[in-house]
């Protein structure tokens, strides 16, 4: 005779559809649930359910493998009343592919999202969220990215990662997100991958040829760059199906001034590269922001939606009111995005940056655009405050736009002590940026603005620009 909890399992190990109502969004922009379930002897248990592409407040039917479990990912069968917001997505991968998450939100929902969210983490620091103001969003949210990371498969197709599974790829016919022309020339890549029968690389086994294809374009220059990431260089018997790329994409895409071979040879997979071959034009791209022109390598960070990025560099200057005579540290400064428009309305800057590439990039960018008033350094942040704020003096105004990893306790705690008047943080993360910001007011700051931008529509993510005085 089998007990109770034997017959139990053997039903709960089938998987069942269960009708729930999502009361919320998590982190990474899925709608959660939970379903409470009564076991033979009467007890109840909590079933907590992750159920992508839906929204607050929708009562769905889902498919769940095993409800035994308490925490599980269910499958979207059936819409049983839907969000007064839900529209139907543009792009026809976006059930499966992880590029975006909100697509079947009015953009207008988006936002508000978005906003709320600031607010969230700022009160459950001790700060008044009614100075957070609304997102600031694109009339157009579609095609701005101007930058896109693309992987092969193990056959050689080429797409992007499916939602929350990073080792399928969902191979792609188009891409909304993407700037114009940028999916038109990866779909060529990937026709030439499958003419010439060349293997992605597998994962698990760790062989293969083809791992990423990055596509760069300036939206002000119209310049292309593709970087195709390989485990093996473009010579030998590869060097005719190399010849047979470039030709094609000279033929088809005069836009790409730079067209790249990189050897990847580490198991990491990561967007890398040991050696450059260089198949036509150069090994970079001309780019311009508010007037500024910069050269953009494969692995330089840019921000990838110019059309906010360009409005983050104006709140961030208008809040910071910047003043001839005044000294200013531009912290995790990268190539110098918002050094150089500073530079020109403060009497000196320097620059911190702990990627010495980076730190290059932005001094080539500085004498370039004709900016003599600058100074770069490579090196991490807090060593970096002590070595400035030693040759520099206290500045009068600091920025800082840290990794989404924030800029940490000590980092924080560091600049407090440097004293500066005036702070502008420029956050890609409101969960680390409301941490940062809690450990500057011990030294007297407070939190004037708090301005969010939305660079990534159709995603969880926020920029955000902070403005803090002291009292």
Known sequence: MTS?????????????SLTVEIEHLDGKGNGQAVYWRETEDGRRKKLKLTVPQTLPGEQVKVKVANPERKRQKAVLEQLLKAHPERVSPE??????????????????????????????????????????RETIGMEHPWNYRNKMEFTFSSDGSLGLHEQGNFRKIIPLETCLIAGELMADAAMEVGRWSKDHRLTGYNKDTHDGLLRHLMVRKSFTTGEMMLALFATEPPTDELETIAKDLMERIER???????????????????????????????DFIYDEMLGFRYRLWFDTFFQTNPTQAEKL???ALE??????????????????????????????????EIVETSIESAKRNAEDNGVGNTAFLAK??????????????????????????????????????????????????????????KELVPFGYEVKAVQPVDLFPHTVHVETVCLLTRK
Not at 267 to 278: E, M, N
Request: net charge neutral; hydrophobic share 35%; charged share 30%.
């Open 4 to 16: 109770i909890k034997e017959r139990e399992d053997k039903i709960l190990s089938s998987p069942q």
């Open 91 to 132: 792009c026809p991968h976006f059930e499966k592919c992880g590029g975006c998450v909100w697509q079947h939100w009015d953009y207008t929902g988006q936002l508000t999202e978005k906003t709320n969210h600031v607010k969230k983490v700022l009160e459950e620091q001790g700060f008044d969220s009614t100075i957070v």
């Open 252 to 282: 088809t895409f005069p836009q790409v001034k730079s067209l790249l071979w990189l050897v990847n040879k580490e198991v990491a997979d990561r967007v890398q590269s040991s050696d450059t071959y260089v198949l036509s034009g150069r």
């Open 313 to 315: 560099v104006e709140l």
């Open 319 to 352: 809040m910071a009111q910047p003043q001839k005579d005044e000294k200013m540290i531009d912290l995790f400064c990268g190539v110098g995005t918002f050094s150089l428009p500073f530079a020109n309305r403060v009497e000196k800057l320097a620059g911190i």
């Open 380 to 437: 991490d942040a807090r060593r970096g405050i002590d070595e400035i704020a030693e040759k520099f003096g206290k500045p009068d105004l600091l920025l800082l736009d840290p990794p989404r990893s924030g800029a940490g306790g000590k980092v924080m705690r560091k600049i407090g002590r440097l004293n500066p008047e005036r702070i502008v943080y420029v956050s890609c993360n409101p969960d680390t940026l409301a941490l940062d910001l």
